[in-house]
């Protein structure tokens, strides 16, 4: 077992980022260096990498192009693979630390005094009001097209894409803030109290070269992480966690609560701690593929150190949307796996779909 806290104040995160990503370039004042994210397609001209200090004190790592970033932990995770076991041993034997006896636990720290302001929204009033537009508009004949992809292509209940307002960005003529992408496309809010605090923008035909998801600058909203879905009613008490808002509302559809996760950043500890305070069991539905089922394996890992381990589903092929449109009864399809799921825990955490 490992000081965490100690070991992340021991590293300096420049140095690692040199030695796992290159050395880093000059871009203006900051240093920045390329993503280490395989799935994140650069040019090279301009490296999307900063990093900077959090309000705990803690160095970490962020890209400004896809949303991955994290502690050093998170770096060496995603640039070396392996385990959160291998990543501590690895950033041990860097910097000297040992490995302390079974029973160990770390001294209890004093808080440290925040002497940054809380992250948020720049102009929340202005995106909430873009938010609310554009869920209006979603079904007046200007949303006819990207309403037609989620429920026709998408198969996703009306009820619940109002109960989130999800809206329809129709283009130039729409009215936004500062900094959230010029393009039509859909509008998946996050909601806090009643308030949308960041939205991401949904491409629904996007071109083989380009990306999905757009979203807003850091300077008008901080990227959350995760963002909750509801159902239009709870009828079950596990909550659901998928890779983005689509699959969040997919789950939704069943009857679930729902968390998506909006970055390709799926281990990152901070998602681990902000699932960790959340009160219902925790299952994990990420895609069907090689960093889906990596990513859903070290989130488990974050999980189980704060002892809230989630069981995941192993959905076979695609995601989760892709089984909601593949099966006849979908709630009672979805059901039937969490239930399986959490029957099986104790033999094996992750259960075939």
Same mark, same amino acid.
């Given at each position: 077992?490992? &000081? ?30 390329? +993503? ?16 900077? $200090? ?19 932990? &998170?770096?060496?995770?995603? +640039? ?18 040992? #490995? ?5 636990? @770390? ?10 302001? @809380?992250?948020? +929204?720049? &102009? ?8 609310? &537009? ?23 209940? +009306? ?21 959230? @992408? ?26 083989? #070269? ?31 966690? $998928? ?45 069907? #593929? ?64």
């Amino acid at each position: 077992m490992y &000081d965490r806290d100690a070991l992340l104040a021991a590293v300096d995160l420049p140095i690692l980022a040199d030695d796992l990503l290159g050395p880093g370039g000059p871009s203006g004042r900051t240093r920045m260096w390329p +993503c280490p994210n395989r799935q994140h397609a650069q040019t090279g001209r301009t490296p999307p990498v900063s990093i900077f $200090t959090s309000r705990r004190g803690e160095q970490r790592w962020r890209c400004h192009g896809c949303g991955d970033g994290g502690t050093a932990i &998170d770096l060496v995770l995603v +640039c070396r693979g392996g385990t959160v076991r291998d990543a501590l041993e690895f950033l041990a034997a860097r910097v000297g630390h040992r #490995d302390e006896p079974d029973g160990w636990r @770390p001294a209890t720290r004093p808080a440290r005094a925040r002497i940054l302001a @809380p992250s948020g +929204c720049r &102009d929340p009033d202005r995106l909430d009001r873009y938010v609310n &537009d554009c869920a209006e508009r979603l079904w007046k004949p200007e949303g006819r097209a990207m309403r037609y992809w989620l429920t026709d292509v998408r198969g996703l209940p +009306c009820d619940v894409l109002i109960e989130n307002r999800i809206g329809a960005d129709v283009g130039r003529s729409q009215d936004r803030p500062d900094g959230m @992408p010029r393009r039509s496309g859909v509008v998946l809010p996050v909601i806090h109290d009643g308030h949308a605090v960041y939205a991401q923008l949904r491409v629904p035909h996007p071109r083989s #070269d380009r990306p999905r998801y757009l979203n807003p600058t850091s300077d008008l909203a901080t990227n959350p992480r995760l963002a909750r879905i509801r159902p239009l009613e709870a009828r079950h008490r596990e909550v659901v966690v $998928t890779e983005g808002a689509i699959d969040a509302l997919s789950a939704a559809a069943a009857g679930y609560r729902a968390v998506g996760v909006l970055s390709a950043a799926y281990g990152d500890e901070a998602v681990a701690v902000a699932l960790a305070k959340l009160a219902h069991p925790l299952v994990i539905a990420f895609d069907a #593929d090689d960093a889906g089922r990596a990513g859903a394996e070290r989130l488990a890992a974050l999980l189980a150190v704060r002892q809230r381990p989630p069981v995941v589903l192993d959905l076979g092929s695609g995601d989760l949307n892709d089984a909601m449109r593949r099966s006849d009864n979908w709630p009672t399809h979805l059901a039937r796996a969490v239930d399986g799921a959490l029957r099986s825990r104790a033999s094996d955490l992750v259960v075939a779909w």
